[in-house]
């Protein structure tokens, strides 16, 4: 199997490596367009602000490759927001692959909410042998809206889509790669679907 992380410069790559690596699998990190539309899982990190990220993502043509794949692909954090329509976070256009809008954490919690906080309402198989409540741990200040592609929610002040599927493309808020064997257990789901 190959399995390529997306190398753009906003991701925090070397964790999910790291992570892959623990499951006994080597992932390949690379922005090269013919050697991501070869692989069998595709892995969208990032990690950062939102337009930067899109605009490392427009320089290396990216933005125009990734719509078009066919693999299953995994947003993380960053990766899974910049999968959707849009985000407040520097009034920035996303792929518009999930039909919802990324928006800011209200000043009435926390911000960022760091930390572990449990998904419930799992609807993938992405989430197999996985417990409704389970924790998972995220760090971020923006949350994407609920749509008909929610496929997990989190309660953090306001309840928000923590996971979301279309298609061949799944996104998660939370980090699995930090995410003890739950996390774990997610991303040999993603590779084993």
């Known amino acids: 199997m190959k399995l390529v992380i997306l190398n753009y410069g906003a991701g925090n790559i070397k964790s999910i490596q790291f992570a892959f690596n623990r499951l006994g699998l080597d992932a390949v990190l690379s922005n090269n367009p013919e050697e991501i539309s070869a692989a069998d899982k595709i892995i969208f ?4 602000e939102a337009s930067t990220a899109m605009n490392k993502l427009k320089e290396s043509g990216l933005d125009r490759l990734i719509p078009n794949l066919n693999q299953p692909v ?3 954090c ?5 999968l ?3 985000t407040e976070e520097g009034h ?6 999930f039909n919802t809008v990324v928006k800011r954490f209200s000043n009435d919690v926390k911000v960022p909410q760091m930390g572990w906080n449990v998904i419930k309402n799992l609807k993938s198989d992405l989430f197999s042998g996985i417990k409704e409540n389970e924790y998972m741990y995220l760090v971020h200040s923006y949350y994407a809206e609920h749509c ?4 997990a929610t989190t309660d ?3 309840n928000y889509a923590s996971a979301l599927q279309h298609k061949n493309f799944y996104g998660v808020q939370f980090h699995p790669e930090k995410s003890s064997l739950a996390g774990a257990k997610l991303l040999q789901n993603f590779i084993e679907l």
Do not use: R
Request: hydrophobic share 40%; net charge neutral; glycine share 24%.
């Open 74 to 76: 995994l947003g993380i």
């Open 84 to 86: 959707c329509n849009s």
């Open 45 to 48: 990190p990032g990690v950062g």
């Open 148 to 151: 008909a592609e929610t496929i």
């Open 92 to 97: 920035t256009k996303g792929l518009g692959i």
């Open 78 to 82: 960053l990766g899974m927001q910049l």
């Open 156 to 158: 953090y002040g306001v």
